[in-house]
């Protein structure tokens, strides 16, 4: 008979296609202060946990786990903290989509503005009358722009280092072009992408390694979206949704660059 005690009860939903495995109860008790304090120790000594919680048998390689803590924060109704194959993330948009849709099904909340702790700040999301949830990220920049690196096969690329909640190398122009049926390609070039600018020492603004990167390509629907991107994220996966960090990191570059004013709307599609 199975020992209860050691149960772990996820709950799994996709944001447009990317899966997010919320635990909702069962895992041990690690010592939880901030979202970001709760993240080192998961990384530091929960690796067994985040293996078993994602990898195979019981995940595979694009889900993305959502722990659902407590938050210390009287204005949040809750606290996350996100992880994928490889390891600890920092922010997550479409798992913070996740995370609202199955608070809803817990019966935990309803309609309205939300907030929740992250490791990189607080995200306010709202849960709309027709069930769909929107998000107000944490503060997004731009870091640098044009930044050029030299690839084996595709010589000198440029792109912009931007913060989204995650940092992202964002290329448009170079590379493979941005469709489904270019997958591998665009894996295998945005990898080469990411060694490359950890071998030239290229970071993001407070040192941290530039573990996403995001090629733009026109939309395959002008009439629905402005942009089709891919992303690919830590641990070799790429996002099957648009990306919502990504985004947030793509927006913040149109910004900066005076190609989109406050207020106005961008609509982003993903790879799928
Ligand atoms: O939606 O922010 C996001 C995200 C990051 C990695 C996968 N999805």
Redesign the pocket.
Known sequence: MADSSKNIHVIDSHTAG?PTRVVIDGIPDFGVGTMAEAREQFGKHCDWLRTSLLSEPRGFEAM?GALLLDSKDPECEAGVIFFNNKGV?K?????TMGLVKTLEHMGRITHGVHSIETPVGIVKAELLQDGSVQVANVPSHRYLSDVEIELQDYGAIRGDIAWG??WFYLIEGFGPEVKYSNVVELSRFSIEVMHKLEKSGLTGEDGSKVD?VEIFGPPSDSAIADSKNF?M?PGGEY?R?P????TSAKLACLHDSGKLKEGETWRQAGIL
């Not at 922010?91 to 798992?95: E, F, P, T």
């Not at 990306?243 to 990504?246: D, E, F, L, P, R």
């Open positions: 990317e993305v993330l922010g997550c948009l479409h798992g909640g995650n996403h992303v994220c996002d949704s990306c919502g960090t990504g």
